[in-house]
Protein backbone atom coordinates (compact mmCIF):
# COMPACT_ATOMS: atom_id res chain seq x y z
CA UNK A 1 0.00 0.00 0.00
CA UNK A 2 1.38 3.06 -0.93
CA UNK A 3 2.76 5.86 2.28
CA UNK A 4 3.00 9.51 2.07
CA UNK A 5 4.60 10.52 5.02
CA UNK A 6 6.22 14.03 5.71
CA UNK A 7 8.81 14.91 8.70
CA UNK A 8 9.40 17.50 10.42
CA UNK A 9 6.26 19.23 9.06
CA UNK A 10 2.52 19.12 10.02
CA UNK A 11 -0.17 18.35 7.49
CA UNK A 12 -3.28 20.47 8.13
CA UNK A 13 -4.45 18.52 4.92
CA UNK A 14 -4.89 15.06 6.28
CA UNK A 15 -2.74 13.79 3.44
CA UNK A 16 0.27 12.94 4.48
CA UNK A 17 1.40 10.93 8.04
CA UNK A 18 3.21 13.02 9.93
CA UNK A 19 6.45 12.57 12.19
CA UNK A 20 7.64 15.70 14.07
CA UNK A 21 11.22 14.79 14.40
CA UNK A 22 14.05 15.81 11.07
CA UNK A 23 14.49 12.77 8.90
CA UNK A 24 18.19 11.27 7.85
CA UNK A 25 18.51 9.64 4.67
CA UNK A 26 21.50 7.83 2.42
CA UNK A 27 22.41 7.72 -1.01
CA UNK A 28 24.06 4.10 -1.68
CA UNK A 29 26.82 4.22 0.50
CA UNK A 30 27.11 7.94 1.31
CA UNK A 31 25.02 9.01 4.25
CA UNK A 32 24.06 12.51 4.65
CA UNK A 33 23.32 14.41 7.96
CA UNK A 34 19.90 15.35 9.26
CA UNK A 35 18.12 17.49 8.17
CA UNK A 36 16.12 20.67 9.70
CA UNK A 37 13.44 20.97 6.25
CA UNK A 38 10.58 19.60 5.74
CA UNK A 39 11.19 16.01 4.06
CA UNK A 40 8.17 14.43 2.09
CA UNK A 41 8.54 10.37 1.42
CA UNK A 42 6.63 8.79 -1.05
CA UNK A 43 6.84 4.93 -0.53
CA UNK A 44 5.06 3.42 -3.62
CA UNK A 45 4.69 -0.34 -4.81
CA UNK A 46 6.85 -1.76 -7.29
CA UNK A 47 3.70 -2.08 -9.42
CA UNK A 48 3.94 0.78 -11.80
CA UNK A 49 0.12 0.41 -12.46
CA UNK A 50 -0.28 0.51 -8.87
CA UNK A 51 1.54 3.51 -8.33
CA UNK A 52 0.20 5.67 -11.08
CA UNK A 53 -3.01 5.27 -9.74
CA UNK A 54 -1.92 6.25 -5.90
CA UNK A 55 -0.96 9.49 -6.80
CA UNK A 56 -3.64 9.95 -9.59
CA UNK A 57 -5.86 9.52 -6.31
CA UNK A 58 -4.17 11.92 -4.40
CA UNK A 59 -3.84 14.59 -7.26
CA UNK A 60 -7.62 14.24 -7.22
CA UNK A 61 -7.97 14.70 -3.96
CA UNK A 62 -6.36 18.37 -4.30
CA UNK A 63 -8.83 19.40 -6.88
CA UNK A 64 -11.28 18.38 -4.39
CA UNK A 65 -10.08 20.33 -1.54
CA UNK A 66 -9.11 23.43 -3.99
CA UNK A 67 -12.48 23.98 -5.13
CA UNK A 68 -14.22 23.26 -1.60
CA UNK A 69 -11.41 26.11 -0.23
CA UNK A 70 -12.99 28.22 -3.18
CA UNK A 71 -16.63 28.02 -2.03
CA UNK A 72 -15.58 29.33 1.84
CA UNK A 73 -15.76 32.69 0.81
CA UNK A 74 -19.52 32.60 -1.04
CA UNK A 75 -20.57 30.42 1.45
CA UNK A 76 -19.32 32.35 4.22
CA UNK A 77 -21.15 36.05 2.48
CA UNK A 78 -24.13 34.35 2.05
CA UNK A 79 -24.20 33.25 5.91
CA UNK A 80 -23.41 37.36 6.93
CA UNK A 81 -26.10 38.30 4.35
CA UNK A 82 -29.05 35.41 5.92
CA UNK A 83 -28.10 36.93 9.74
CA UNK A 84 -28.07 40.45 9.10
CA UNK A 85 -31.67 40.02 7.63
CA UNK A 86 -32.94 38.17 10.58
CA UNK A 87 -31.70 39.99 12.97
CA UNK A 88 -31.40 43.97 14.01
CA UNK A 89 -27.99 45.68 14.36
CA UNK A 90 -26.31 47.44 16.74
CA UNK A 91 -24.05 50.72 17.21
CA UNK A 92 -20.83 48.57 16.52
CA UNK A 93 -22.26 45.19 14.76
CA UNK A 94 -24.63 42.67 15.05
CA UNK A 95 -25.95 40.99 18.71
CA UNK A 96 -26.91 37.48 18.37
CA UNK A 97 -27.45 34.61 20.92
CA UNK A 98 -27.76 30.86 20.64
CA UNK A 99 -31.34 30.80 20.53
CA UNK A 100 -31.46 33.07 17.42
CA UNK A 101 -28.80 31.38 15.83
CA UNK A 102 -30.19 27.68 15.99
CA UNK A 103 -32.34 27.44 13.24
CA UNK A 104 -29.06 27.89 11.08
CA UNK A 105 -28.02 24.10 10.14
CA UNK A 106 -24.92 22.27 10.13
CA UNK A 107 -21.64 23.99 10.19
CA UNK A 108 -22.60 27.14 9.60
CA UNK A 109 -24.55 27.10 12.66
CA UNK A 110 -22.07 25.29 14.96
CA UNK A 111 -19.92 28.33 13.54
CA UNK A 112 -22.30 31.17 14.57
CA UNK A 113 -22.50 29.06 17.95
CA UNK A 114 -19.05 29.52 18.56
CA UNK A 115 -19.00 32.93 17.64
CA UNK A 116 -21.39 34.27 19.75
CA UNK A 117 -19.48 32.74 22.68
CA UNK A 118 -16.22 34.08 21.51
CA UNK A 119 -17.86 37.69 21.42
CA UNK A 120 -19.68 36.67 25.28
CA UNK A 121 -16.35 35.52 26.33
CA UNK A 122 -14.24 38.55 25.07
CA UNK A 123 -16.90 41.15 26.32
CA UNK A 124 -17.73 39.62 29.53
CA UNK A 125 -15.72 37.06 30.63
CA UNK A 126 -18.98 35.00 30.48
CA UNK A 127 -20.67 32.52 28.05
CA UNK A 128 -24.23 33.73 26.13
CA UNK A 129 -26.81 33.93 28.13
CA UNK A 130 -28.16 30.32 28.81
CA UNK A 131 -25.12 28.55 27.93
CA UNK A 132 -24.68 25.74 30.16
CA UNK A 133 -20.99 25.09 32.34
CA UNK A 134 -19.99 22.17 30.36
CA UNK A 135 -21.04 23.52 26.73
CA UNK A 136 -19.11 26.72 27.47
CA UNK A 137 -15.90 24.55 28.57
CA UNK A 138 -16.32 22.17 25.32
CA UNK A 139 -16.57 25.35 23.25
CA UNK A 140 -13.01 26.80 24.80
CA UNK A 141 -11.26 23.70 24.44
CA UNK A 142 -12.53 23.53 20.44
CA UNK A 143 -11.66 26.87 20.41
CA UNK A 144 -8.63 26.56 21.81
CA UNK A 145 -7.37 23.64 20.10
CA UNK A 146 -8.37 25.38 16.27
CA UNK A 147 -6.29 28.50 17.28
CA UNK A 148 -3.15 26.42 17.92
CA UNK A 149 -3.48 24.75 14.96
CA UNK A 150 -3.69 28.01 13.02
CA UNK A 151 -0.92 29.42 14.79
CA UNK A 152 0.82 26.09 13.94
CA UNK A 153 -0.17 26.44 10.34
CA UNK A 154 1.06 30.02 10.17
CA UNK A 155 4.82 29.25 11.26
CA UNK A 156 4.58 26.17 9.06
CA UNK A 157 4.17 28.65 5.54
CA UNK A 158 6.37 31.12 6.63
CA UNK A 159 8.81 28.77 7.36
CA UNK A 160 8.40 26.63 3.97
CA UNK A 161 8.10 29.31 2.00
CA UNK A 162 11.91 30.48 3.15
CA UNK A 163 13.15 27.55 3.08
CA UNK A 164 13.23 24.33 0.50
CA UNK A 165 12.32 20.79 0.89
CA UNK A 166 13.16 17.44 0.29
CA UNK A 167 11.09 15.17 -1.81
CA UNK A 168 12.29 11.13 -1.68
CA UNK A 169 10.30 8.84 -3.85
CA UNK A 170 10.89 4.97 -3.01
CA UNK A 171 9.51 1.88 -4.42
CA UNK A 172 9.05 -1.26 -2.03
CA UNK A 173 11.22 0.87 0.42
CA UNK A 174 13.97 0.76 -2.18
CA UNK A 175 15.42 4.64 -2.95
CA UNK A 176 14.17 5.65 -6.39
CA UNK A 177 15.10 9.61 -6.94
CA UNK A 178 15.49 12.49 -3.90
CA UNK A 179 14.83 16.15 -4.97
CA UNK A 180 15.70 19.20 -3.36
CA UNK A 181 12.89 21.42 -4.27
CA UNK A 182 13.09 25.31 -3.60
CA UNK A 183 9.99 27.37 -5.13
CA UNK A 184 11.46 28.27 -8.31
CA UNK A 185 13.97 25.41 -8.56
CA UNK A 186 15.24 22.06 -8.05
CA UNK A 187 17.62 19.61 -8.06
CA UNK A 188 17.38 15.39 -8.07
CA UNK A 189 19.45 13.17 -7.36
CA UNK A 190 18.87 9.68 -9.46
CA UNK A 191 19.73 5.70 -8.88
CA UNK A 192 22.16 4.85 -11.28
CA UNK A 193 19.51 3.13 -13.40
CA UNK A 194 16.06 4.62 -13.52
CA UNK A 195 13.36 3.82 -15.84
CA UNK A 196 11.47 5.90 -17.62
CA UNK A 197 7.83 4.74 -15.61
CA UNK A 198 10.20 5.60 -12.68
CA UNK A 199 11.18 9.03 -13.76
CA UNK A 200 7.22 10.05 -14.37
CA UNK A 201 6.41 8.37 -11.00
CA UNK A 202 9.21 10.62 -9.50
CA UNK A 203 7.67 13.99 -11.67
CA UNK A 204 3.48 13.21 -10.00
CA UNK A 205 5.40 13.29 -6.55
CA UNK A 206 6.84 16.33 -7.02
CA UNK A 207 3.81 17.43 -8.16
CA UNK A 208 1.60 16.29 -5.03
CA UNK A 209 4.03 18.17 -2.71
CA UNK A 210 4.40 21.42 -4.60
CA UNK A 211 0.64 21.30 -4.57
CA UNK A 212 0.82 20.46 -0.89
CA UNK A 213 2.64 23.65 -0.57
CA UNK A 214 0.37 25.70 -2.06
CA UNK A 215 -3.05 24.57 -0.46
CA UNK A 216 -1.47 25.28 3.01
CA UNK A 217 -1.19 28.65 1.92
CA UNK A 218 -4.59 28.76 0.05
CA UNK A 219 -6.48 27.27 3.59
CA UNK A 220 -4.08 30.21 5.34
CA UNK A 221 -5.25 32.56 3.09
CA UNK A 222 -9.13 30.96 3.32
CA UNK A 223 -9.06 31.26 6.90
CA UNK A 224 -7.92 34.87 6.93
CA UNK A 225 -10.64 36.10 4.42
CA UNK A 226 -12.97 34.13 6.10
CA UNK A 227 -12.18 36.34 9.79
CA UNK A 228 -12.46 39.03 7.93
CA UNK A 229 -16.16 38.27 6.35
CA UNK A 230 -17.38 37.24 9.84
CA UNK A 231 -15.69 40.23 12.07
CA UNK A 232 -18.71 42.48 11.21
CA UNK A 233 -21.36 39.61 13.13
CA UNK A 234 -18.99 40.74 16.07
CA UNK A 235 -19.31 43.30 18.60
CA UNK A 236 -16.10 43.31 20.46
CA UNK A 237 -13.66 45.15 18.81
CA UNK A 238 -10.61 43.39 17.01
CA UNK A 239 -13.60 40.85 15.62
CA UNK A 240 -11.30 39.50 12.73
CA UNK A 241 -8.63 38.37 15.31
CA UNK A 242 -11.08 36.62 17.18
CA UNK A 243 -12.92 35.24 14.62
CA UNK A 244 -10.19 33.18 13.21
CA UNK A 245 -9.96 29.35 15.77
CA UNK A 246 -13.88 29.69 14.66
CA UNK A 247 -13.50 29.96 11.21
CA UNK A 248 -10.19 27.55 11.61
CA UNK A 249 -12.19 25.03 12.63
CA UNK A 250 -15.12 25.49 9.77
CA UNK A 251 -13.36 25.13 6.86
CA UNK A 252 -11.13 22.11 8.75
CA UNK A 253 -14.67 20.59 9.31
CA UNK A 254 -15.42 21.08 5.41
CA UNK A 255 -11.95 20.03 4.19
CA UNK A 256 -12.35 16.60 6.43
CA UNK A 257 -16.18 16.40 4.75
CA UNK A 258 -14.26 16.50 1.61
CA UNK A 259 -12.24 13.40 2.42
CA UNK A 260 -15.01 11.53 3.68
CA UNK A 261 -16.62 11.92 0.49
CA UNK A 262 -13.14 10.59 -1.17
CA UNK A 263 -13.66 7.34 0.71
CA UNK A 264 -16.73 6.72 0.20
Known sequence: MPI????????PLGLWDTTPQTASFSVGEENTPETNEPVYRVNLSDNIEV?????????????????ALEQVPIQLNGLVRRVQEKQPKAASGVSFSLAD????????????????????????????????????????????????????????????????????????DQLIARTKMGWSTSYTIWINE????????????????????????????????????????MVTPGGTALAVPAVYGYVKKILENVKQLRSI
Not at 51 to 67: C, I, P
Not at 133 to 150: I, R, T
Not at 205 to 229: D, E, P, Q
Open 4 to 11: FEVFGSSD
Open 51 to 67: SNSALAENLASFDRMKA
Open 194 to 233: ISAEQMFLHKRSLKVVSLTRNLKLRLLLTVAVGAVKMAPL
Open 101 to 172: LQPEPGLEGELLSLLAITDSVALSGTGPEGVSFGLLAEASDVLGHAKEKFESLLEQVNREVLQFAWVEMRMA
